[in-house]
């Protein structure tokens, strides 16, 4: 199918009438059991892994393409630059348009495998890669090491003059490459070394991150303004985006013909919109979409007894949490009113009740499965008792007031965001704490709010990147300052502290923490790294920044019009749309 589709036929396709009938022509009826779904989490640790050489893709090139696959989701983003966003929203429709230099196997719990680089090392400081030859992007450039190392100079390089720019530019870019990069050496038109600042154990995996996407150079030093790359992106991925249309929350994507790996099996992708959980996966079960995600339980139940689609789930990769800002709040800098309010919120009926069984109750930031993951410890147990004992100790007996952010829409690690927020302030005015609730309509709103540290509580979750336990530990609740950033005597920092990681939207800097989350980074001995991280989430588990609520499953809706196995559940990455057929 030709890349270029007019925007009359994007509405038609896009708009519930239109999509209902293309749907009922690519199903072929009504009746029958749907496929596999699933796209983002698993179990393996993925911890093992420094190099790769072996040939996974069959390079079918999308001869055969047919239909329009569509996607529901419960927010919809207007920037689709992977440099510029940490939202999960933004990576399933970028990791269609691009490719990383190192893959995830689909299925795994984040065995890698290659991507636009055939052959990758790691050596001390020194990522040696050979890079896949005859790939082009999507604007007809020629994909080169030029292009690796223009995307690693945009997100990091402020010498640089196409850089990307500190108030744009991600939180992502100072852990995957800015905090690590060297140089980027371009020795061949196929041959890349990257020289690190230090010995980093979890490079190869920051490689195949989402916004480690490889971007174009043509592009990039085409653009007067950086920005305008998140309306238009060219990869080299199995799908070409197509139209951003904000009015109706949609975005088109067109199958690439000349895609060097496996697929595209289908003409075209539309994401759309819906914010309602049940009615998105009412929308799976009617037919007018294909795969739906971030289901509450009732949802889930909802899809799992249709005749017309299935429910698909796997035990995922990842937290939710409520973060303390140590900063904006004083009384959050006490570890005994910390503590407190751990204690008072009843996480076993947020996950029991109000998620139904769809996770567990969370007892430090690294889920389970992940190498690292301390099995010594025990969510906290609710006791109103000690948490006004220990608030009393801490000189805060009569209690006192904060805001509490949420999202409104609902994410794999909180289906249901303001049931929760509820949830917290009842059991927290128990024990004589008021709690305001500032909801967002938008997330990528509530993630501004979040990132610029405004909140004094904010519900927050993370997917893992890589399978890597550094991926929670150190971009979560690192600050990613040096260690005498940090005035001495206290665990926190300001937000405005010189290259502060805003993803640690709890402002906590406990240098104990910090010193083995930084040694277990140099280490690639694995024994050594997993008992630094053992450690790091004990000193996590008794400072608690975070109350740690759940370890969520995947699930997602999934239509009978999506053929079995064609869809494949992954601990990490994705979704994989690349793969899926329709009937």
Same mark, same amino acid.
């Given at each position: 199918m030709p890349r270029n589709v007019d925007r009359r036929t994007f509405l038609k396709t896009a708009g519930s009438a239109g999509l209902a009938a293309t749907l009922a022509g690519c199903s072929g009826g009504d009746g029958g059991e749907g496929g596999t779904g699933g796209d983002s989490t698993g179990t393996d640790s993925g911890s093992g892994g420094d190099g790769g050489s072996e040939d996974t893709e069959s390079g079918s090139g999308g001869s055969s393409m047919s239909g329009t696959l569509v996607y529901a989701r419960g927010d919809h983003p207007e920037n689709y630059d992977p440099q510029q966003t940490t939202s999960g929203e933004v990576a399933k429709v970028t990791n269609q348009v691009f490719?990383?230099?190192?893959?995830?196997?689909? +299925?795994?719990?984040?065995?890698?495998?290659?991507?636009? &680089?055939?052959? /990758?090392?790691? @050596?001390?400081?020194? &990522?040696?890669? %050979?890079?896949?030859? +005859? =790939?082009?992007?999507?604007?007809?450039? @020629?994909?080169?090491?030029?292009? =690796?190392? &223009?995307?690693?100079?945009?997100?990091?390089d402020s010498e640089y003059e196409y850089y990307l720019g500190d108030s744009n530019r991600s939180g992502y870019g100072p852990f995957t490459f800015g905090n690590w990069v060297d140089s980027v050496n371009v020795t061949g038109d196929y041959e890349v070394e990257i020289e690190l600042t230090q010995q980093y154990a979890p490079f190869l995996r920051n490689l195949a991150m989402f916004a480690a996407a490889i971007l174009s150079q043509q592009q990039i030093e085409s653009l007067d303004d950086q920005v305008a790359l998140g309306t238009n992106p060219q990869g080299t991925g199995a799908f070409a985006f197509e139209q951003l249309d904000n009015g109706n929350q949609r975005v088109l994507l067109s199958g690439n013909g000349d895609y060097w790996g496996d697929g595209p099996n289908v003409e075209q992708v539309v994401f759309k919109t819906i914010g309602q959980n049940s009615t998105r996966v009412q929308d799976v079960i009617n037919g007018n979409s294909h795969i739906t995600d971030n289901l509450d339980s009732q949802s889930s139940q909802q899809v799992d007894s249709a005749g017309s689609a299935r429910l698909a789930s796997k035990n995922g990769i990842n937290v939710g949490y409520m973060a303390m800002n140590q900063e904006r709040k004083e009384e959050f800098r006490n570890r005994q009113v910390r503590q407190a309010i751990s204690y008072a919120i009843n996480t076993e009926a947020i996950v029991n009740s109000i998620y139904q069984g769809f996770a567990t109750q969370a007892d430090q930031p690294l889920p389970p499965d992940v190498l690292g993951y301390n099995e010594d410890l025990d969510p906290y147990p609710t006791d109103k008792e000690e948490a006004q004992s220990l608030l009393e100790e801490a000189g805060y007996g009569d209690g006192f007031e904060f805001e509490l952010a949420t999202f409104s829409n609902p994410r794999g690690y909180n289906p249901s965001p303001v049931e929760t927020a509820n949830q917290v302030k009842s059991d927290l005015e128990e024990i004589g704490l008021s709690v305001n609730i500032n909801q967002f309509s938008t997330f990528s709103s509530y993630l501004s709010y979040t990132d610029q540290g405004r909140h004094d509580a904010c519900f927050l979750g993370w997917y893992t990147d890589n399978a890597d336990p550094d991926n929670f530990l150190y971009v979560l609740l690192d600050p990613q300052v040096p260690m005498d950033a940090v005035p001495e005597g206290q665990d926190w920092v300001s937000f405005d %502290?010189? +290259? /502060?990681?805003v993803l640690n939207v709890s402002a906590w800097?406990?240098? @104990?923490?910090?010193?083995?989350?930084?040694?277990?980074?140099?280490? /690639?001995? @694995? &024994? %050594?790294r997993e008992q630094l991280y053992v450690e790091a989430n004990q000193i996590a588990h008794d400072e608690a920044p975070w109350v740690f609520i759940d370890y969520a499953q995947t699930l997602r809706g999934v239509n009978q019009a =999506?053929?079995?196995?064609?869809?494949v559940v992954s601990s990490v990455g994705g979704p994989f749309l690349n793969t899926v057929r329709l009937q």
């Open positions: 490719d990383q230099l190192v893959g995830f196997t689909p +299925g795994s719990g984040g065995q890698l495998r290659q991507g636009l &680089a055939t052959e /990758y090392s790691l @050596e001390e400081t020194t &990522a040696t890669l %050979t890079l896949r030859e +005859g =790939v082009t992007f999507h604007n007809g450039a @020629e994909f080169t090491g030029e292009d =690796v190392r &223009a995307t690693i100079r945009r997100f990091t %502290t010189e +290259g /502060y990681n800097a406990n240098a @104990e923490f910090m010193s083995r989350v930084r040694e277990a980074q140099r280490s /690639y001995d @694995e &024994a %050594t =999506v053929v079995e196995d064609s869809y």
